[in-house]
């Protein structure tokens, strides 16, 4: 399903320790990676450099269902490296095979928490608003998440009952190759430009007692 999700970004793709200390970082750098993926589609992408790691895996060690250790770290360095290009601070959660960045929005809902996941065939982008959602706006904001989807072309929005949170998710899938540099500032850059866009009416219901279908229409 992930694959079926994210084949749209695939056109996009040419194909050990980390550090752990974040904080967030400001708006400006979703305009500097704006402008840096318009530079970058007037040059040629070098592919990261070839290695044993990314070697294919043998099949008959690996099941089906099992991730590829190797890629995996592939795909891992590859996103610390442009986190690290971009200066980004973020937090490196081992156990998940993951990155979470903290980001100002430039809208009405104020903050982001920003998750790059690791996985052998991609990236698994997740983004939510930082503020909770108290319980009597589940329905409205559920609502309001099936307005958007009908939109979507990729991705899709949904409200996380269990963390009470609201978010934008979707995979990037790399098959065995690891991402680029442009694809992965893509990827960053779609996400939380989804939620700046949709934040005004996101902050109508939460903040207010807008219904959705009210809040959907102000974005027309």
Known sequence: MRKIIAVLLALCLTAGALPVLAEGAGGNI???LQEKM???????EEPAPAGPVQAEPDEEELSPLEEDPARVAVNLQAIKVMLD???LKFTYQEEQDSFLLKYTLDSDMDAADVWLTAYDDGVWVRIDYEEEIPEDKWEQLMILCSLFNEEMRLGCFYVDRENASMGYRFFLYTDVLPPTQHALAFALVLGISMLE??????AAV???NMSAWDA???LD
């Not at 318009?38 to 040629?44: E, G, I, L, S």
């Open 30 to 32: 979703l305009t500097m």
């Open 38 to 44: 318009k530079n970058d589609m007037t040059t040629r």
């Open 85 to 87: 290009e971009n200066d």
């Open 197 to 202: 866009y949709r934040g005004e009416a996101v």
């Open 206 to 208: 939460l903040n207010g």
């Open 216 to 218: 959907y229409a102000m």
